[in-house]
């Protein structure tokens, strides 16, 4: 199966003729104060960015979210997708009748890259509008406005309420985020004002973290990141605000005015600013806020490190269990993961309108186990695998790519449905080994034109596409989640050490 960083690597490979890498300057110093005059440029690549404007996305059904893996843009509760930006993002998709596919941002990856080669059509987690990046990228409306605040380590045993009270306090921040500026222009007029400088992989909250374990003394954080921060974290303590109403928006390719124009349209109706200036908020966005950033009780509890272990389940709570199953039958772990969250988000007694029943949602008259039994975790999983093997077996002559989406299908759609697709597609003389072909012929088959012929009828072709389309999207989050996981910082509880972009 070609994976998402597979993708990545063949279109650094073919693009990197074209383009220069938007590489910050990486640093690890604690006295930087002599460098400071070394700003780190925006690289602007020779060529032109792709062209994949609102009409192409359309085209291609998916719409790519490129974000960070954190709490205020996109994570894994119990293995279901969740996060502010996610939701947002996906509320937009869901009004443009798009599939969602999130991109996350590795260590070694650069988001403009990812946004001009196409691997993704914006940038949403938490993103500032700055003058530097608007050299580079358009930003839609904005739909936050934020503070920059200075937060100290409760250690400190200081209250500061100026900038000034922290001479001589080292504040620790990443040179590519948006409060480097701020302490740039901050530290021209104060000499005695320390600024410490440290690896760019280390994100919002992992630095938050450290402070407030007495690692660092002081940092900088947009004050919604801080308070949602504040609810899972002891040992912080926030001092002055040093730069008011910072602007939060998406960002896309600056050739894509259609795809812009519609954002805006969308934002429009959920963020505004009042007669007073202050912002006026849908509903929606409202309780998205509250959600977590407001009132996260849930997820501050998911987050804390003290209540929960996630060291053998970073994807779901069933991580074992499908890692064991997957073993039994030869199949990939990760796969069956993603199709229990698309099937039943890890509910194992889920019964569908249909009467598929557990986490891999499984028809009992197609089974020979219980219904009963089928609401087991263990035997669900089981099932399904054995299911999904004897489908991934009958397409076992096609590459791994084709035979994965073929028995994802014919999981959702079943056998018949699937060689009426394989029939029509041949009728047109296409390759009927190829998805891209058959998902064509699909979506053909909820018309009556095509279905009356066929032998097992009317096929609603585009929930089986798209079934398809989301799990493999899944998986390849799935897969970055745990690449990136890998390379975590040790000591860092939950999600946090992964890059954020902000």
Known sequence: MITAKDKILVHRIILGILFLGFIFTYSCFTSPDSKLDNDPEFSVPISEPIYRDLAEIK????????????????????????????????????????????????????????LYNGLGDLIAASYTITEERKKIVNFTRPYNSVNQVIVVSDNLNIEPKTIDDLNGVPITIRRNSSYYNTLKVLKENRDSLEINIIEEELDTEA???????????????????????????SGLKKGPTIAEKDEIAWAVRPNGPDLENRMNQFLRKHFRYGEDGKPRRSAF????????????????????????????????????????????????????????AQESKFDPSSVSWMGAVGLMQVLPRFSKISEDSLKIPEVSAREGARIMKDHMEHYAYMDSTNQWKFALATYNAGLGHLADARRLSIDRNDNP??????????????????????????????ETVRYVNEIINRYETY?????????????????????TLN
């Open 207 to 233: 630095i938050l973290y450290q402070v407030a374990n007495g690692q660092y003394k002081a940092t900088i954080a947009d004050d919604h990141i801080f308070f949602a921060a504040n609810k899972y974290m």
């Open 285 to 340: 966005l409202n309780i998205l806020r509250k959600r977590y950033f407001e009132e996260s009780a849930q997820i501050a509890n998911y987050f804390s490190p003290e209540i929960v272990n996630r060291a053998t389940s970073v994807i779901s709570p069933y991580d074992s269990l499908f890692q064991q199953v997957a073993n039994e039958f030869e199949l990939d772990w990760l796969m069956l993961t993603a199709i229990a």
């Open 59 to 114: 085209r291609s059904g998916v719409l790519r979210m490129i974000t960070s893996y954190s709490s205020g843009a996109y994570f894994l509760h119990r293995g279901i997708q969740v996060g502010f930006e996610y939701e947002l993002v996906r509320e937009f998709a869901k009004e443009n009748d798009l599939a969602l596919e999130v991109i996350i941002a590795g260590p070694d990856d650069n988001p403009y890259n990812l």
């Open 433 to 462: 080994n190829e998805w891209e072909n058959i998902s064509s012929s699909l979506l053909k088959l909820m018309q009556r034109r095509f279905y009356k012929d066929a032998r097992y009828g009317f096929c609603r072709g585009i």
């Open 479 to 499: 897969l970055a989640i745990l690449n990136a996981n890998e390379v975590r910082y040790d000591g860092l509880p939950g999600i946090m050490g992964i890059k």
